[in-house]
């Protein structure tokens, strides 16, 4: 995760010329969850596909909502490896048995 962090940053100081404030990016992020949204339902649910589906691409969209989660990330200061670690360990002690009792 900190290497992705660095290469983001990276690309942004050269190519992207800064960031966007953090509330542009948070509007970012949504839309791009959207366009998560719209293949999924498309794909793997229940709503049927329009002609102008044909091209969207779920890895491309996946990556466009990491690239603005870690936009984020570096914004505010957020090691996400850390975070992550720390996430993974708060749902490890709470959820240990959780989901393996469960009988659905």
Do not use: P
């Amino acid at each position: 995760m900190n290497k992705a962090q660095q290469m983001v940053d990276n690309w942004i100081k050269t190519y992207g010329v800064r960031y966007f404030s953090e509330l542009t990016n948070m509007a970012i992020l949504t839309e791009e969850v959207g366009e998560v949204a719209r293949i999924i339902s498309r794909k793997f649910g229940e709503q049927s596909e329009k002609s102008s589906d044909g091209n969207l691409d779920l890895a491309d969209e996946l990556a466009d909502v990491l690239f603005v989660v870690i936009c984020l990330a570096n914004q505010t200061g957020i090691d996400l490896e850390k975070a992550l670690i720390n996430n993974l360990n708060k749902k490890t002690k709470r959820d240990s048995t959780r989901h393996i009792s469960n009988i659905k």
